[in-house]
């Protein structure tokens, strides 16, 4: 067990952080699995802009990696302009 009160302070921010990067991340999953499942063109073209708008947000976070980020935004922009 920690200590030093820096190492103390250190774990209270490592927990917070982990929950919100697990909060983001599976924000992120949901959003993706619903515009895979819609099937109109207009709403999955509205939501898709929401999409990259998260992917963008959490790749700069370092929460998901940048290239996964773009694999995503690829195979979902594939996925709306085949509709």
Same mark, same amino acid.
């Given at each position: 067990?920690?200590?030093?009160?820096?190492? /103390? =302070?250190?774990?209270? $921010?490592? &927990?917070?952080?982990? %929950?919100q990067n697990k909060y983001?991340?599976? @924000?992120?999953?949901?959003? !993706? =699995? /619903?515009l895979r499942s819609t099937t109109e =063109? &207009? +709403? +999955? @073209? &509205? $939501?898709?802009? $929401? !999409? !990259?708008?998260?992917?963008? /947000?959490?790749?700069?976070? #370092?929460?998901?990696?940048? #290239? /996964?980020?773009? #694999?995503?935004?690829? =195979?979902?922009?594939?996925?709306? #302009?085949? %509709?």
């Amino acid at each position: 067990m920690a200590h030093h009160l820096s190492a /103390k =302070k250190r774990i209270r $921010q490592n &927990e917070s952080k982990r %929950l919100q990067n697990k909060y983001f991340a599976r @924000t992120a999953r949901n959003a !993706v =699995k /619903k515009l895979r499942s819609t099937t109109e =063109k &207009e +709403a +999955a @073209t &509205e $939501q898709y802009s $929401q !999409v !990259v708008s998260i992917l963008d /947000k959490l790749a700069k976070k #370092n929460i998901i990696h940048h #290239n /996964k980020a773009a #694999n995503l935004k690829s =195979k979902l922009a594939r996925h709306v #302009n085949s %509709l």
